[in-house]
């Protein structure tokens, strides 16, 4: 058996997941546990702690569906179901689309991708190209597509956040290349410096290290930053000295809580601003149908748009997509109604509006709940979300709870997190499945569920908080 | 950039199917060419050849995508578009899946995997465990992500048939693993032999190379032969006796077009049927919605069966498989709606069945009709398909197309399916691209041209065929 595969790690979906998924079979033969539910705060997968989907976005996926419902003898019972705006949304898309069942073009529908060109070069005020826009299944298969472009032999150094999220220490482990760690500093709010990006450079090529990439995941994921325009210069230029790509993993760039302290830049639009001294620099950028306000994770959706490559490398983007055919449709369609929503004075603005107002601004409330909550516990630590779903809160635990966590054969916060898991029904995924500091214990929690169980959900944490750190006391 | 994917050759979407896009685009602006529509017979893609999709699965599809349909206040215009069966189904996916928009277990629905569990069960008379079964996004995921666990290091051999279809040799390429050729007999109906597969197996060892498994395609693609029973207890015992993982793809098994003399066996079956002493035999067998009469491409699909593999390679499938999250959700619907279509009595089976036999029939005879086009073409010669969905006619070109062929530094099967394309507007692939014997010309075709277009179709081709070969006489 491949043995990168067996190195590889990915916290998110490992052994505390999978005992969550015991513990939720358990409670469907009735067994009895302290809990009723099982709270999968592991992963951002809103829907899957009962978020609603933007219903224009449906409407429009089960028109496309089944187009027979745009025929003439049904369109009265149609329309009593569907606005307008939907159905000549699906009959638009049909018309580009053909069937969803039929393959379409590898790098994505033609129609499609000029609709995200066109949000795009909105978003930033520069043009975007749709040849260089390649739809996905989710960024992660982005992600691992171009890892895998640029990943040339085992020598290859991809430079990542600590903490990071780990589908790129699982991806960099499967290509065999190496992983070039940064850290974030968390006494400065999770703060990122030209100076500790050249140190990690500089570092690996000491050690024969041949950096060709460098990751940043903006805002951050598992630890919530959002980056400053300045910081992104010095980032730019950090990757145009050292000669890297830079890899700008965007996929929260919806989910801004302090919009006008923090508010999201994309790394595209820095760059046009720095001019024309910085043509051809490499970039790509990735975003997401299952993150922001839409959390259509299980459609599996997404883009990358390339920056400054060789036409030659395009093609073998193209190439390697191809091998898989493509992008599931029904992901490449939310990726349409997500770049284009309705627009004022369409019949259904009004409802698209406060639904995605009602998830945005309860987000930001959860959010605080959570930082309080965690600061309120003792030996904890938490700096607040500028962005993302997650908070990254450090513990401290009594040296008899690492003790037992040694005994166990366990990480201290991993032992943590599954005595939480066990008490409460919570999942949470331990620091150290995304690095931390030596020495230090994280966890990560999304801050997803829904806001009417949100204050017992902080009662539980509280409670068992306060219980294991009584029953481990120094 | 990564010299293993600058290597990977996928002739499927390659050259040809590039011009070919240009060619739409071009009658799109209204360029006079001497076609009006291109025919795209370089993939089986159903439904982009207006193949109409099964109403029952997309109703269902349709339903999930927006359950507010389902709501009481909905019911009875819902009631007037949807009927009763798909409304139940609907409502019992929705029960096991929650949300079509949030991430799934990793391996895929468990409710699902239940339901595809019961099919193999029922197909093989053999028992089939959930929990051996992943879905995937398309059955080409699944041989991408096994291939992936088995190649080791570059000296790992996989056995592969020639001709084969190119999502291997492109994937063994990206992996850096040797694809390991054995020779399908074209004189024989493309039969194969357990002595052709052992002489492989030799030639490979005696170069230094670890064959580690055996792909076999039944119904073969681009071949379209169906093995016989006998046959494959052969290849069973090959595989026993050298110590090789039997990789099936049987992505056609519904595509067959001779039911009696040719049967489709499933390699799970014929393995139970060889008694005790071949447990722990290690097979994986591969399942699509993107064939047969479902049609799905587009939606990203399928399922694998692991049989024999052991614990702790099961449980690296799962950790591969999460980092990647889930395969679609809809694609998952689809594979249910597959294994579990409505049954007699419920009351969308005869329109099921009619939809399905339509399919059926018209694609037996619109192979027979292509089979007798081929057979008829100066200088070509074809088997009929027993199963799958495409012939693979052998040409024998004239010297002095050959000759044109060096000039225009093409290969002169290529030179005769690019004249072919820009004739007739009709897409097909290279024999180049599949593999075939040194000094040999094929071509690979679709019959998916719609019933009422087949007759135009096939004087097309006639034609330009007359016209090459007068064209180029010797």
Do not use: W
């Given at each position: 058996m491949n043995q990168q595969v067996r190195e590889a790690q990915y916290a998110v979906r490992g052994e505390l997941a999978i005992r969550s998924e015991e513990l939720k079979n358990e409670l469907v033969v009735g067994a009895k546990l302290p809990f009723k539910r099982v709270v999968g705060c592991n992963i951002g997968n809103p829907q899957a702690l009962d978020q609603k989907p933007i219903t224009f976005f449906r409407q429009v996926a089960s028109l496309c569906e089944y187009p027979d419902l745009l025929k003439d003898e049904n369109a009265e019972a149609t329309a009593r179901l569907f606005p307008s705006d939907a159905i000549a949304r699906a009959k638009l898309l049909l018309k580009n689309i053909g069937s969803v069942g039929a393959y379409s073009h590898s790098q994505g529908i033609p129609h499609i991708r000029a609709n995200v060109a066109k949000f795009i070069s909105e978003r930033d005020g520069h043009p975007a190209d749709a040849s260089k826009i390649y739809l996905t299944q989710g960024a992660s298969a982005g992600v691992q597509l171009t890892l895998q472009m640029i990943v040339e032999n085992s020598k290859v150094g991809i430079m990542i956040p600590i903490p990071q999220y780990p589908l790129y220490t699982a991806t960099l482990a499967v290509l065999n290349a190496k992983a070039v760690p940064y850290y974030l500093d968390e006494s400065k709010g999770w703060g990122l410096t030209a100076e500790e990006l050249q140190r990690s450079y500089d570092d690996a090529a000491k050690k024969g290290v041949d950096t060709r990439a460098l990751v940043i995941i903006n805002p951050g994921n598992p630890t919530g930053q959002c980056l400053t325009e300045d910081n992104m210069r010095e980032i730019i230029g950090f990757c145009s000295r050292n000669k890297v790509i830079l890899l700008a993993d965007e996929v929260y760039q919806t989910?801004?809580?302090?919009?006008?302290?923090?508010?999201?830049?994309?790394?595209?639009?820095?760059?046009?601003?720095?001019?024309?001294?910085?043509?051809?620099?490499?970039?790509?950028?990735?975003?997401?149908?299952?993150?922001?306000?839409?959390?259509?994770?299980g459609r599996r959706g997404g883009y990358f748009e390339c920056e400054g490559l060789c036409e030659?490398?395009?093609?073998?983007?193209?190439?390697?997509?191809?091998?898989?055919?493509?992008?599931?449709?029904?992901?490449?369609?939310?990726?349409?109604?997500?770049?284009?929503?309705?627009?004022?004075?369409?019949?259904?603005?009004?409802?698209?509006?406060?639904?995605?107002?009602?998830?945005?601004?309860?987000?930001?409330?959860?959010?605080?709940?959570?930082?309080?909550?965690f600061n309120s516990l003792e030996g904890c630590t938490c700096n607040p979300a500028d962005g993302a779903m997650y908070l990254f809160p450090q513990i401290r635990l009594p040296k008899r709870a690492i003790e037992a966590a040694k005994a166990a054969g366990k990480e201290p916060d991993h032992f943590y997190c599954m005595a939480m898991l066990e008490a409460t029904g919570v999942c949470m995924v331990a620091g150290s499945g995304f690095g931390q500091v030596e020495g230090t214990a994280h966890f990560r929690s999304t801050f997803l569920p829904q806001p009417e169980l949100f204050d017992g959900f902080c009662t539980g944490i509280r409670k068992f908080h306060s219980d294991f750190m009584n029953k481990y006391k120094d």
């Open positions: 989910n801004i809580y302090q919009p006008k302290e923090r508010p999201f830049h994309s790394f595209k639009k820095v760059l046009k601003s720095m001019g024309h001294s910085y043509n051809g620099f490499e970039l790509i950028s990735y975003h997401s149908i299952s993150k922001g306000m839409v959390g259509e994770c030659s490398v395009m093609e073998q983007i193209y190439k390697i997509s191809s091998i898989s055919l493509c992008p599931n449709v029904q992901g490449q369609i939310m990726v349409d109604l997500m770049v284009n929503p309705p627009k004022k004075d369409d019949p259904s603005y009004a409802q698209y509006k406060k639904e995605y107002d009602d998830i945005y601004f309860s987000l930001i409330k959860r959010s605080q709940l959570l930082v309080d909550t």
